[in-house]
């Protein structure tokens, strides 16, 4: 078993920047690959960003290339991913997701990640 809990959401003018953090515990001496999604109301839950289990490589939805990185302190058991660049469109509840099959790195699968956390709400105003 693996809890992950997210953390650093909140209220942001467009055009600024968050940091999310993710942090696991329980079963962390397995290698596992990491991932960020989110759902926004009435829309699926979609892909932002993964990295593998050594922190590279790592994968981008096209919306957020170039605006947000992801990233791992394996040392602390914690994901990360820095959203510069806010839009509106950004706004929505953001999961962290485990997947423990380090064969399959980068998966934009919500259906491939074996935990979940409880999500953090991102509210980016106009």
């Known amino acids: 078993q693996v809890q992950l809990v997210e953390s650093g959401g909140g209220l942001v003018q467009a055009g600024g920047s968050l940091r999310l953090s993710c942090a696991a515990s329980?079963?962390?001496?397995?290698?596992?690959?990491m991932g960020w999604f989110r759902q926004a109301p009435g829309k699926e839950r979609e892909f932002v960003a993964g990295?593998?289990?050594?922190?590279?490589?790592?994968y981008y939805a096209d919306s957020v290339k170039g605006r947000f990185t992801i990233s791992r302190d394996n040392a602390k058991n914690t994901v990360y991913l820095q959203m510069n660049s806010l839009k509106p469109e950004d706004s929505a509840v953001y999961y962290c997701?485990?997947?423990?099959?380090?064969?399959?790195?980068?998966?934009?699968?919500?259906?491939?990640?074996?935990?979940w956390g409880q999500g953090t709400q991102v509210t980016v105003s106009s």
């Open positions: 990295a593998s289990w050594s922190g590279r490589p790592t």
């Open positions: 329980g079963r962390t001496s397995s290698s596992y690959n």
């Open positions: 997701a485990a997947d423990f099959d380090v064969y399959r790195s980068g998966s934009t699968d919500r259906y491939d990640y074996d935990y």
